[in-house]
């Protein structure tokens, strides 16, 4: 089609005149919208419904950061994004942020020129294995076969964990996420290794998952959060409190359903900070009163989103483990809000 | 020689002809000359025989027979495959079934469907002159406007901004027609690149203020829809059919620049043509999908799906220069002397002589390499667009869906399928078409 | 060979300069394939140009409408002096004949669509005219019912009289041959010279190379014998059957006529 190289070349030069400014807030408020990158398909994470509609763990976040903004979780288009163009379309400005399983790292953080701006789950490798093994610890897979994807972190942290504790293991060359689950419920090995989010997800599609079991050992730290483009300070600052507002909203017991009624105050001075019963704490963030409202109606608080996507009722069926509040014995800690 | 008595013969009557000696004809001996004619090559056919019995029924059993069409989710799917006595694999095709408008048009407004549907409908009234040769020309006309429409039916907007785009060739053929005979007198290649420059000061600043202009005068548009909600076949459909469209003209004109006798236009084709080929087309949409972002001034959003047709297209038009050019390299010398020598200049010898014939030898090439980009646009789901096959990893992490695998490559792979056999069969129909040797 | 007697009330040649070559060079690189080559032809003359293999023959005819360029001297024809400029160039073209050896007729064109290509597009002929006018030189070379054919179909000796055909709908004022038979079986030639020979009763210019030594008595009013990219001698057919004056047309001949 001739005609949309020339009307895009059109776009190109008028929009290059009116190049964004520094502010994403104000951009986002221009457009109308958030643009938010998400990953292209992570089982509870980032899915599309029959509608059409991006759902998700991860979605999630996006939707509530659009409800914070404008008050309307629709305000947001995703833009799909793979491990390769995840960084790019952040720092060319394509998405104004990123909420799609990345680990912080400190590279990311720093050289790549990214902000994470919290943690919205906590993920590390673990090992699933057949129940009718009868194996209950990973100390225990001396000599196994281990279906891995090759390349990757996963490969690297299995070496090191079977050699510091003296064990052996036989390594099965896998591609991607699909083969494994083949491979793997083929019996071509006897254990799959990958992050236990991933785990559970693989897990979940098995025509009798209770015949397997995936082992309480971690062997490494991967904490999955959204980030934004180093910078703008108060945009990551507005992410980052719409993320902890979710996490202190269950801490509070502040539901979606509850909600509209808890606003209109409280004996808990912080919920009704949270909530604009009591000071302007929305300003300080740009935004009105109502901010935190609007993004635990979106989707419910952090618990309730994790129990609709990924917990334990789901198929993908992830209990809270590390990602339990601090109360709980979990990680999850937000700052106070005040 | 004993009886070379004599060597002089004269025949005393014509043989007429007759059939040829029985057993040497009909499928008995076909089957025998080529089935069976070794005792290897007889039993190479029936372990190939064997083969394709036993894998058949297998394949209809899984596909068809204990195949579930209607569930909401792939545990329901097992549920009813069990229930009615399936042991092993079968298809689920209810994920199908379910997220079929998906696979179709991506994320495009369910209400607005018939936009793309028509388009496509269109598209086919629009190619039929091109494909068939004996429809009447006139159809042809329809045939330029409509990558116009369909750009306006699919995203949706204001008429105004195809249209203006339009005019573009509009005021080319004007200031060509003005500068190469009417008002001033300039050369033919002069004249054509002033026309082209016209349009592209057209395009660049006055389209965009005259469609503004005209649709606030007379306001003519339909819903907007954004390329983000562009996926499935819809969009392999949208990059495949621009990119076959644009990259066979691209194509010609750097194979004619690469034969060219102009050093500096030979140069640039060649080191185009080169550069090109000597990169991988996913190093190419990465380019458009990421690097460009950088050379453009933030916040600016040129299209990323009109970025990827731009590099498809580039890429494709490479490969078809060379096709092409084997074809003009295969053209006797004579032909081109021949055209000379009855007075037709460089364009219309091309247009006449050595480009109909250089692109009949080409069709296998031409069509290879159509083939060969429509199945490359799958690659873009590795830029995050969703694709027919992008598409499947969202659907998969659906939890529903989740653990199924060969239900959705094979639909797609279906698709592709019939896509690409029937420009192949067309492609085999052209060249019988085509072929004045021997008629 | 042709014996039967040939009309030649119309074999008039005139005064007016058909092409004119004036110390004409070429090179092929360092290769000096054309030298001093001098050569004034008149309207209605029919020249026969012969040679051994190499010698410059179809290099000289194929200058005349700039197929190949020449590097020194002047050539004009029909008045008009064959320069770089593209105009002349075609101008030229259109008024120049050419026949090819190897017919170069296009193969995906019927043998009428073939016949009018040149007419519609160079010379704007209606297509309607232009289709009468090919059909009138079908039926000259005596071949109208194949004029729905295709070339491959045809014959050779059918295809190079679609060939002068094609070159005649052009009307031209001067006919080129470039070795016209060569490529043809034994049975073919004939056809292909009654064409030329009544085209040459026609009065038509002409410029013919071959070896057809038959032709050139019958038709030609001056041979050209050219060696090593010189005209080495010329005079009229007579002339120079029966007495060559240069040892290398001596040889030539007798090569040529010899067996």
Not at chain 2, 265 to 289: D, M, N, Q, W, Y
């Amino acid at each position: 089609m001739k005609h949309s190289l020339i009307l895009g070349a059109v776009a190109a030069i008028g929009l290059a005149a009116g190049a964004a400014s520094a502010n994403t807030l104000e951009d986002v408020k221009a457009k109308g919208h958030l643009q938010c990158g998400v990953a292209t398909g992570v089982p509870g994470f980032a899915f599309t419904d029959a509608d059409g509609e991006w759902q998700g763990f991860d979605v999630a976040v996006c939707r509530a950061v659009a409800a914070a903004i404008f008050g309307d979780p629709k305000a947001v288009k995703f833009t799909p994004t793979t491990g390769k163009t995840r960084f790019t379309a952040l720092a060319s400005g394509e998405v104004d942020m990123l909420a799609r399983n990345t680990t912080w790292t400190f590279s990311r953080d720093t050289d790549l020129g990214f902000d994470f701006v919290g943690v919205n789950y906590y993920d590390g490798q673990g090992f699933m294995v057949r129940k009718d093994l009868g194996v209950t610890s990973a100390k225990e897979l001396d000599g196994a076969t281990v279906c891995i994807q090759t390349g990757t972190t996963t490969e690297l942290n299995l070496a090191d964990f079977f050699r510091t504790n003296g064990m052996s293991y036989e390594p099965v060359p896998i591609e991607t996420n699909a083969e494994a689950r083949q491979k793997y419920l083929a019996g071509a090995c006897d254990v799959y290794t990958t992050d236990a989010s991933g785990l559970a997800a693989t897990r979940s599609t098995f025509e009798d998952p209770k015949a397997h079991v995936i082992l309480p050992e971690i062997i490494s730290k991967e904490p999955l959060g959204p980030l934004v483009r180093h910078g703008d300070n108060e945009w990551g600052d507005l992410v980052r409190w719409t993320l902890n507002a979710l996490i202190i909203a269950e801490e509070k017991g502040i539901t979606a359903a509850n909600v509209e009624e808890m606003a209109k105050g409280t004996n808990d001075p912080e919920v009704n900070r949270l909530l604009g019963a009591e000071g302007e704490y929305g300003k300080m963030i740009g935004l009105g009163k109502d901010w935190a409202v609007n993004a635990i109606k979106a989707g419910g608080n952090y618990g309730e989103i994790f129990a609709r996507y990924i917990g334990e009722e789901t198929p993908v069926g992830l209990a809270r483990g590390l990602n339990a509040q601090w109360t709980q014995g979990g990680l999850l800690y937000a700052p106070p809000f005040r | 020689m004993s009886n070379a008595k004599s060597v002089a013969f004269v025949a005393t009557k014509m043989i007429p002809p007759s059939p040829p000696p029985s057993g040497s004809v009909g499928p008995i001996h076909w089957a025998r000359e080529h089935l069976f004619p070794t005792p290897l090559n007889a039993l190479l056919t029936l372990v190939s025989i064997a083969f394709v019995l036993w894998l058949t029924p297998e394949i209809i059993r899984w596909a068809f027979i204990d195949a579930v069409w209607k569930a909401g989710s792939l545990a329901e799917c097992r549920e009813i495959a069990r229930a009615a006595g399936v042991e092993g694999s079968f298809a689920c095709w209810a994920v199908i079934n379910e997220r079929f408008n998906q696979f179709m048009f991506g994320f495009y407004p369910s209400e607005l469907y018939w936009r793309p549907i028509l388009a496509f409908a269109l598209l086919l009234v629009a190619l039929a002159p091109v494909l068939f040769a004996h429809l009447p020309r006139k159809m042809l006309i329809f045939s330029a406007v409509y990558p116009f429409l369909a750009y306006w039916l699919i995203w949706g907007d204001s008429l105004w901004a195809p249209l203006s785009a339009m005019a573009g060739f509009a005021v080319a053929y004007a200031a060509f027609r003005a500068l190469s005979g009417g008002v001033v007198q300039l050369g033919l290649a002069a004249a054509a690149a002033a026309a082209g420059l016209a349009a592209v000061l057209w395009w660049l600043f006055a389209a965009s203020s005259a469609a503004e202009a005209m649709q606030a005068v007379l306001p003519l548009s339909i819903e907007h829809v954004e390329s983000a909600k562009l996926g499935g076949f819809l969009l392999a459909l949208i990059l495949g059919v621009s990119g076959i469209a644009m990259s066979l003209p691209l194509g010609i004109l750097l194979a004619l620049g690469r034969k060219s006798d102009l050093p500096v236009l030979k140069g640039i084709c060649v080191a185009f043509i080169e550069f090109i080929r000597g990169v991988p087309l996913i190093t190419l949409l990465f380019v458009a999908s990421t690097l460009l972002n950088y050379f453009l001034p933030p916040g600016t959003s040129f299209d990323l799906i009109l970025r990827v047709v731009i590099m498809v297209t580039l890429f494709a038009a490479a490969y078809m220069a060379e096709v092409i050019r084997g074809g003009l390299a295969a053209l006797p010398q004579g032909q081109y002397e021949a055209a000379a020598a009855l007075g037709l200049d460089y364009w219309k010898s091309m247009r006449l002589v050595i480009l109909p014939q250089a692109l009949k030898i080409s069709i296998p090439g031409i069509v290879n390499t159509f083939i060969g980009l429509f199945k490359d646009t799958t690659l873009v789901s590795v830029i995050g667009l969703l694709d027919p096959v992008g598409i499947i990893a969202p659907m998969r992490a659906d939890s529903n869906w989740n653990g199924i695998v060969w239900e959705f490559y094979g639909f797609v792979a279906l698709f592709f399928f019939i896509f690409c056999f029937g420009m192949s069969r067309y492609s085999m129909y052209l060249e019988g078409k085509l072929k004045t040797d021997h008629r | 060979m042709t014996n039967t007697a040939i009309d030649t009330s119309n074999m008039v040649v005139s005064d007016e300069v058909a092409v004119e070559i004036v110390n004409m060079n070429k090179w092929y690189g360092e290769f000096h394939v054309l030298r001093d080559i001098n050569l004034t032809v008149n309207r209605g003359e029919r020249i026969v140009i012969c040679g051994p293999s190499g010698s410059g023959k179809s290099t000289l005819i194929r200058c005349i409408n700039r197929l190949e360029e020449h590097q020194k001297g002047k050539i004009v024809v029909d008045g008009i002096e064959l320069t770089s400029d593209l105009k002349n160039i075609d101008k030229i073209r259109s008024e120049v004949g050419m026949v090819f050896q190897h017919f170069n007729l296009f193969p995906h064109l019927t043998i009428l669509e073939n016949c009018t290509l040149a007419p519609i597009w160079v010379r704007k002929t209606p297509r309607r005219e232009a289709e009468e006018i090919a059909m009138h030189f079908l039926e000259k070379v005596k071949i109208p019912d194949q004029a729905h054919k295709y070339p491959g179909q045809l014959s050779g000796g059918q295809q190079q009289r679609v060939a002068i055909a094609r070159a005649l709908c052009m009307k031209p004022r001067i006919m080129l041959f470039d070795e016209p038979t060569s490529a043809l079986d034994p049975e073919m030639i004939k056809e292909v010279l009654d064409t030329m020979i009544e085209l040459a009763q026609e009065g038509m210019t002409m410029l013919c190379v071959t070896h057809e030594m038959g032709f050139a008595r019958q038709v030609a009013n001056r041979v050209i014998f050219m060696d090593q990219g010189q005209i080495v001698e010329q005079n009229e057919p007579e002339e120079f059957f029966l007495n060559p004056q240069s040892e290398r047309t001596k040889l030539f001949l007798s090569q040529i006529l010899g067996h």
